[in-house]
């Protein structure tokens, strides 16, 4: 019988939950990311199991006083199941060549892990969340540090904090080659504007890195909206994180 393993990521805006089994992620849900008591918690996780009881539970976190809650609605849960939480002294599958290997979040982690299994070394990881990140793993195989910008929630909400008269917007999108109201123009600077951050990151990184033989993905909850139609030879791969959060924990693990 195949094993089955609760994945969760926990980021600023949103959680991803997934069912991890034989190297994929069969089911996955996003929630938004906010203090919940362990009882709520623990029924998304049993409504995400299904009839699946998982041999253990994974858990990337940035967000360090959700992490503790989801612990609670785990033992809830599956008081016998194995708990596995991220961090750089495991073994990652990839090495690391960074001065403070602790201030590495647990995401980014995972997506080196997850990139350098599926495409190999080089590669470069592009991750859409509540900020944007890029990661980068070296042709030697080890994670050497990464690029960090604003993401799209912070752009909207600081437009609509720090200014009289924008709004606060959803995602959207565009319909025109230009803005025809305040909202289209703020979703329309959104999408180019990230495409453009995208293309002149990944160029400079090209040209200051100078390796043959470059791969680059793209993850994240706004990654296909942004990416999608640009042209740019990036892999959109939805699951990456917490394919990476099954494959450390069977890494660390398995026997």
């Known amino acids: 019988m195949q094993k089955t393993l609760v994945v969760i990521d926990i980021g600023n805006t949103s959680t991803t939950l997934g069912l991890y089994r034989d190297g994929r992620i069969i089911r996955m849900n996003r929630m938004p990311t906010r203090e919940r008591a362990s009882a709520g918690l623990a029924r998304c996780l049993a409504r995400m199991a299904g009839k699946h009881t998982p041999v253990g539970v994974a858990l990337a976190s940035v967000v360090p006083v959700a992490t503790g809650a989801w612990r609670r609605a785990v033992r809830r849960v599956w008081p016998k199941a194995d708990w596995l939480e991220v961090h ?60 960090i910008a604003p993401g799209l929630p912070l752009m909207f909400s600081y437009l609509a904090e720090k200014t009289a008269l924008l709004p606060r917007i959803e995602w959207g999108r565009g319909v025109h080659d230009v803005g025809k109201s305040t909202k289209e123009a703020m979703r329309l600077g959104a999408i180019w504007g990230y495409r453009g951050l995208v293309r002149e990151i990944e160029t400079e990184l090209k040209k200051r890195l100078g390796w043959k033989g470059m791969k680059y993905c793209a993850t994240g909850g706004y990654a296909d909206r942004i990416m999608r139609g640009t042209g740019l030879a990036l892999k959109i791969d939805k699951d990456l994180t917490l394919y990476g959060i099954g494959r450390i924990y069977e890494l660390n693990r398995t026997k």
């Not at 090495?95 to 070394?121: M, Q």
């Not at 080089?122 to 969340?129: L, N, T």
């Open 88 to 147: 750089h002294r495991l073994n990652l599958g990839v090495g690391i060549d960074y001065p403070s290997p602790e201030t590495i979040g647990a995401d980014r982690l995972c997506n080196a892990s997850a990139a350098v299994d599926r495409y190999g070394a080089p590669v470069i990881v592009v991750d859409f969340g509540t900020a944007v990140t890029f990661d980068i793993v070296s042709p030697a195989g080890n994670y050497i540090g990464g690029i």
